[in-house]
């Protein structure tokens, strides 16, 4: 089944403004991640939230995460032109010897100066 | 900042031809991984190698894929006759630990 799934499926905000996205998934997890992509470039890595915590922060970034609704929020404060570029969660599923993530679908992100 | 390379950014191939994709994880990491993303979909995971083997594959990953890590350096991603449908960019990524990934920028991959 899919998971991984991102909302919005794209976003425009005003420079400045804070920019929320939400990611839903079906099965258990070990962890969530949350990547950028700017267009036509790689994937970079933004931050990993483990099952067991609920709230991580890096710089402009707070990402929280609700396993009884099996949903996160990716929160980017004080927007810049820079974080304009896709925004995808990617989940670890909490099956023994699982490698993979599985990815959403991502959520477009433009920040308009 | 150490960081996984991929080479080349760009391959253009005939259908049926076999394409390399070649990619340098991060010196100290253990897992290695080949995703790809399908323009406009969702990225997809191919395959994941630890301890000079292969540890998990998706049913994307056919005969017709292959990986190696031929030194101690290298890693790379065979396809022994392109499809048009093997058009995607894919990125290889490697990890110290299971599930904690650092991608590289990605090969874009166009069968002609």
């Known amino acids: 089944s899919q998971q991984g799934e991102e909302d919005p499926q794209a976003l425009s905000i005003q420079e400045g403004e804070n920019a929320t996205m939400n990611c839903s998934y079906k099965?258990?997890?070990?962890?969530l991640q949350w990547y950028r992509q700017n267009s036509g470039r790689g994937l970079v890595h933004l931050i990993l939230i483990r099952s067991n915590e609920r709230e991580k922060h890096s710089g402009r970034l707070r990402v929280t995460l609700d396993t009884s609704k099996k949903s996160s929020s990716l929160l980017i404060t004080a927007s810049r032109a820079a974080d304009t570029a896709s925004y995808f969660c990617?989940?670890?599923?909490?099956?023994?010897?699982?490698?993979?993530?599985?990815w959403g679908a991502g959520t477009k992100l433009i920040i308009k100066p | 900042e150490p960081e996984v390379t991929q080479t080349p950014s760009h391959q253009v191939t005939q259908m049926g031809q076999e394409v390399i994709l070649r990619c340098v994880p991060i010196?100290?990491?253990?897992?290695f991984y080949w995703y790809r993303q399908i323009l406009g979909q969702k990225v997809e995971f191919l395959v994941s190698?630890?301890?000079?083997?292969?540890?998990?594959k998706s049913e994307i990953f056919d005969d017709q894929f292959s990986v190696e890590r031929p030194d101690g350096s290298n890693f790379t991603l065979k396809i022994r006759s392109t499809k048009l449908e093997d058009s995607a960019m894919y990125f290889c990524?490697?990890?110290?630990?299971?599930?904690?990934?650092?991608f590289g920028s990605g090969t874009q991959l166009s069968v002609l």
């Open positions: 990524a490697s990890s110290v630990r299971i599930q904690e990934l650092f």
């Open positions: 990617a989940t670890a599923p909490s099956m023994d010897s699982n490698y993979q993530l599985i």
């Open positions: 099965t258990s997890i070990n962890n």
């Open positions: 010196s100290n990491h253990l897992y």
């Open positions: 190698f630890y301890n000079n083997e292969i540890s998990e």
